[in-house]
């Protein structure tokens, strides 16, 4: 061990306190419920909220009209449903779309890079309305944020192979052993009665984890959840079209602070190869290592990335295995090809159909080019398969039988859901930002659609507008759109001003390099002219543009991203 971890944890920070004292998540979350004087929540309640899948937002367009009027910030909660793997029959979507457009002040619905939908806008005594709805359609918002296991990732449409659909099913698994046991969720928004036994969260724990986790579980060859960018990994070793194991990756996470050295993107590391019945065991270890193991003290360094740098790789990795009684093998062969969606049609195994249908940053709402809340909102009332949200923010309306195969085509050609874009707007991507995000310091979704028609005339002037460039945008260094995982990543830094990163690879497994830093999108879009003009003229056969500008030299290629980010 390179340190000895036990001494650092001297001071927890407020986070711990207002965990420990929460009696298991409940807070007073229920009195603040009956409090119509606010439409916010106060003290602790404002973090556990989170737990239960909620976070307190405020219109941030209305902010300065509303502080001169002297009236309360325009509070509202935005709502995270948990989906493991992303799946829901598309009849539950009516009821979805139904809330989205009578009970939030936006009236969409926003896919996430996580494979799940979200509500923006819901007033605090809508809140019980929205959990009553989800769960009488099977689903539930626990813990898809603050320090617990998120909503796990799993390769998107499943159906193209039987392993796909084993996948689905140990993403679940995952999910569900990892979920808080407290009934705290249930008395709250359900208004189920309190059980006299006690509380227990044998995984999780009294203060749950020290920080936020992801989980995925991939097919290869296919990145589409981005791996890299997680805490815990599975990657799929499949032998006759059946797993039978899976390669363990961990302590990935692409969030930095600007300025600040001491925070870090990094790639999700090897660990080994484990047979599948210690799957959850393994899962149950490394959560309980970084339980006991992530540092409390200060929460910008508490990811299992910098409990794996503090310990050192081996230390962690002989902890798992001793917690989960099991030794891990040397990792298996594998490799990936990608992480884009497929877009269109695509025939499944099972001889029905499926339509990958691109979604401008997941946002689910109707404008004058594209209908896709009300084409979708018609699919769902027909479609007796399931709808798949996929990591890339995008649809899948799966198993789609031959008969109904035509009737969906229609609706999807006429409501514009099938539109031929490029391939740089079909691999784009931006965090939600503005006006939602309180973090936000810098426009990402409401810029990307424009910024990218910008992009596209620069590829079309030199020729290369029928390739791909993964261009992803966030608001601020948390990086959401995953931009340190991008070829061409923007991250915001004041209104207006961008730090720009270029160099990652295709497959998500190299992190760019800063190119620029604090400047406005003309400059952006200057800088990218002359970088897409050179990697046009100069580039080998086939090279994409991250392995182009690193192969120059025109930014370093970052290696030991511990090392090589800042410097
Ligand atoms: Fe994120 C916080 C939106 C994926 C790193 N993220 C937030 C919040 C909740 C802001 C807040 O804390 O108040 C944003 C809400 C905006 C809004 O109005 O909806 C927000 N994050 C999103 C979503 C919706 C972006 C999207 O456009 O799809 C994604 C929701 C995923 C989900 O369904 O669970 C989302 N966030 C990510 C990712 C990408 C990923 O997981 O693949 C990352 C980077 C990967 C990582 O974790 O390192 C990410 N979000 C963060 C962070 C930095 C965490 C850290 O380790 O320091 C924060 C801030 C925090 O947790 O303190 C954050
Ligand atoms: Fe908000 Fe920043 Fe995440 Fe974008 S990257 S959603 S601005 S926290």
Redo the contacts with the bound molecule.
Sequence with gaps: MKKDHKKIFLKTTQEEHIKENSNYLRGTIVDDLKNEITNGFSGDNFSLI?FHGM?Q?DDRDLRLERNEQKLEPRYAM?L?CRLPGGIIEAKKWLKIDHFASKNTLYGTI???????F?F?GILKKKLKDAHKMLHEIGLDSLG??NDVN??V?CTSNPMESLVHQECYTWAQKISNVLLPQTKAYAEIWLDQKKIATTDQEPILGKTYLP??F?TTVVVPPYND??LY??DMNFIAIIKNNKIVGFNVLIG????ITHGNKN?W?FLAVELGYITLEHTLSVAKSIVTTQRDWGNRTD??NA?TRYTIEKVGLSVFKKEVEKRANTTFEPIRPYYFTGRGDRFGWTKNINNDWSLTIFVQ??RIYDNDKQLVKSGLLKIANLHKGNFRLT?N?NIVISEISDENKKKINEIAMSHGLIKKVSPLRENS?????FP?????MAE??RMLSFFITQVENIMLKYGVEKEIIILRISGCP?????SLLAEIGLIGKAIGRYNLYIGGNRIGSRIPKIYKENITEKEILTHLEFLIKIWSIKRKKTEHFGDFVVRKNIVKEIVNPIHDFWN
């Excluded at 926003?110 to 799940?116: C, D, K, P, V, Y």
């Excluded at 991507?429 to 930002?433: P, Q, R």
Aim: proline share 4%; hydrophobic share 25%; glycine share 8%.
């Design positions: 989170r976070y937002q935005m995270r926003r896919l996430t890079n996580r494979q799940t979200q923006h898809t944020a998120r909503n990732l920080r936020k992801k959840v981005d960018a997680n990935g996470g692409l969030s925070t993107p929460r910008k990811k940053n997941g990591a923010q991507m931006a965090c939600v930002s939602t995000c309180p973090l936000a990402a979704e948390n990086g959401c759109g995953r």
